[in-house]
């Protein structure tokens, strides 16, 4: 069965979170540029810790060894997906 990934492309993590809880069974976050440069990285722990998996479209474009890196710490973080140029 497909899964529903959610765009959060909204002004504020507390805007996203709202949204999110109002979306039982909600599997997938989606968190851009715009809201994960407002918000950081908490957003991103707050989404897993309610069992959110989280798409980091950050779309990374740089040397490699920085994009490994970059995606490595996203890893860390708890990211599940994210987008590389």
Same mark, same amino acid.
Do not use: Q
């Given at each position: 069965?497909?899964?529903?990934? &959610?765009?959060?492309?909204?002004?504020?993590? /507390?805007?996203? *979170? +709202?949204? +999110?809880? =109002?979306?039982?069974? *909600?599997?997938?976050? $989606?968190?851009? !540029?715009?809201?994960? @440069? =407002?918000?950081?990285?908490? *957003?991103?722990?707050?989404?897993?810790? =309610?069992?959110? =998996?989280?798409? *980091?479209?950050? $779309?990374?474009?740089?040397? !490699? @060894?920085? &994009?490994?890196? +970059?995606?490595?710490?996203?890893?860390?973080?708890?990211? /599940?997906?994210?987008?590389?140029?």
């Amino acid at each position: 069965m497909a899964e529903l990934i &959610v765009a959060f492309d909204l002004p504020s993590g /507390s805007e996203a *979170l +709202a949204l +999110a809880a =109002r979306l039982p069974g *909600l599997r997938w976050a $989606k968190v851009g !540029p715009v809201l994960f @440069n =407002r918000e950081g990285p908490s *957003l991103v722990r707050e989404f897993t810790e =309610r069992g959110i =998996r989280v798409f *980091l479209d950050l $779309k990374w474009h740089d040397i !490699p @060894n920085i &994009v490994a890196s +970059a995606v490595a710490a996203a890893r860390e973080l708890g990211v /599940s997906m994210t987008t590389v140029h």
